[in-house]
């Protein structure tokens, strides 16, 4: 009887490991198959990033001189100047971080009203609202790191200057201060 028992196991035990190694191929394969893709994703990304000025050092950046003026004391910053819908878009968006001394400026052209939002900016900061002539209009300080909500000039503005959170207060930046810079009358 024990040779017909082992007769009958060594059919299933057969395939047993068959169907445990098509379970293991298959498992392999989406592995593969999801690596690959997921490659091919990120080259793709980082290609169009790089063609349409990435974020992240991927690209050189050009950085201009601008100075914060709070009563007698003057406060020197380099800012990126985002000119560009495409680069306003982007802001800081996917940046780990930003040297204490340096900042970004999103250049609006003509006054207008304005939102921003933090959506995919890992870095809390401090947005500074400044009408044409170079004067702060309103300070929105300690955003929320990555968050959708809406942040209003709640007037028309030029530009939006964009700092590591808390320099405002540090610096005790006020509205009626003003900003130095070319793109300011």
């Known amino acids: 009887m024990t040779e017909k028992n082992e007769a009958l196991k060594a059919p299933v035990l057969t395939r047993n490991r068959i169907i445990l190694a098509i379970i293991v191929l298959v498992m392999v394969s989406v592995a ?5 893709t997921n490659v091919d994703t990120m080259y793709d990304r980082w290609e169009k990033a790089n063609r349409s000025g990435a974020p992240a050092g991927l690209q050189a950046r050009q950085l201009d001189s601008l100075e914060l003026v709070s009563g007698q004391r ?3 910053f380099m800012v ?17 971080s930003l040297p204490p001394e340096e900042g970004m400026l ?3 052209g003509d006054e207008q009203n304005v939102t921003m939002w933090m959506k995919n900016t890992f870095i809390p900061l401090d947005m500074i609202f400044v009408r044409a002539d170079g004067r ?7 955003t929320e790191p990555e968050s959708e909500k809406l942040i209003a000039s709640g007037a028309p503005v030029k530009a939006v200057l964009e700092l590591n959170s808390g320099v405002a207060i540090r610096l005790n930046l006020k509205p ?9 009358k």
């Open 136 to 142: 702060i209009h309103r300070i929105e300080h300690r």
């Open 32 to 36: 593969t198959i999801s690596v690959v």
């Open 80 to 96: 990126e100047v985002m000119r560009t819908d495409a680069d306003r878009a982007r802001g800081l968006m996917y940046r780990r």
């Open 106 to 108: 999103f250049d609006f």
């Open 176 to 184: 009626g201060d003003y900003i130095v810079h070319p793109i300011f």
């Open 74 to 76: 003057r406060h020197r």
